[in-house]
């Protein structure tokens, strides 16, 4: 299905501006597409690169462009603890070395050895669960980028006394490197097992978090970014990333 999307600004932009600022592709992958004919406004085909989108019209990529935004390689991985995400330190092991095709889900060719795959969103290495690595810079942009208003969701076991101001400390109030942390979503599913959903990724933020209100963190699970979720994807086996999904990914 090829992607479409109104646009909902206050004023007319350009094609190629709003592109870029939405994350679906840069501004001269953009004007490539234009030239090539493969971008339309309700229903016509652009030929002017300075062209504008106003307000409450349908932007239209064909599949062509669409398959040809979608030629990097995103994986899903559910990243064992004692696996880095990304470059290895000496002696540490990357998560990539799980790229096998023993532990492949599904169909998809296994990466190459030299492939560049780097992580979307870290996890630690004292950390498990849902990892994406991918060399698809859209995929990048929609999750980590600046204007990325993807949720994370992490299931946390801790030792310590979790109590009703403690988690309201959690959900507001602490503060991590001079910045006040954005508003959490923290709730208990048992006595000392939390949900935290994050709609930021500070360094080590769950682990600073709890730290602060004198809690430890004994295991730390990702579930879901975004529209992606584990879905009993066994530790150490991954999966491509589907056209649907990442379609969901960039709200299309």
């Not at 019209?57 to 990304?86: F, W």
Request: proline share 5%; with cysteine; glycine share 10%.
């Amino acid at each position: 299905m090829a992607f479409a999307r109104v646009y909902d600004g206050p004023e007319p932009v350009r094609i190629n501006k709003w592109l870029g600022q939405t994350g679906v592709c840069s501004r001269r992958e953009a004007d490539a597409l234009i030239a090539d004919g493969l971008v339309s406004i309700d229903g016509e085909v652009v030929t002017d690169a300075g062209r504008k989108l106003s307000p409450g019209q349908t932007l239209t990529l064909a599949d062509r462009a669409e398959a040809a935004l979608s030629q990097g390689v995103t994986i899903v991985m559910h990243k064992p603890v004692g696996y880095v995400s990304g470059q290895p330190e000496p002696g540490k092991v990357p998560a990539v070395r799980l790229l096998t095709a023993e532990n492949r889900i599904g169909d998809g060719e296994v990466p190459a050895a030299d492939a560049s795959l780097p992580p979307i969103g870290r996890l630690d290495e004292d950390s498990r669960g849902l990892l994406l690595l991918s060399s698809d810079g859209v995929v990048a942009k929609a999750v980590i980028g600046p204007a990325s208003t993807l949720d994370k969701e992490y299931v946390v076991r801790v030792a310590g006394d979790v109590t009703e101001k403690t988690l309201a400390t959690l959900r507001y109030g602490i503060m991590l490197d001079g910045r006040q942390l954005k508003r959490a979503r923290v709730s208990r599913m048992e006595q000392n097992r939390l949900r935290f959903v994050l709609t930021e990724g500070r360094n080590r933020q769950i682990r600073r978090m709890c730290e602060r209100v004198d809690l430890e963190v004994t295991d730390l699970m990702r579930v879901r970014i975004g529209p992606i979720r584990l879905d009993g994807l066994a530790e150490g086996r991954w999966r491509r990333l589907t056209p649907e999904e990442r379609a969901a990914l960039l709200g299309g």
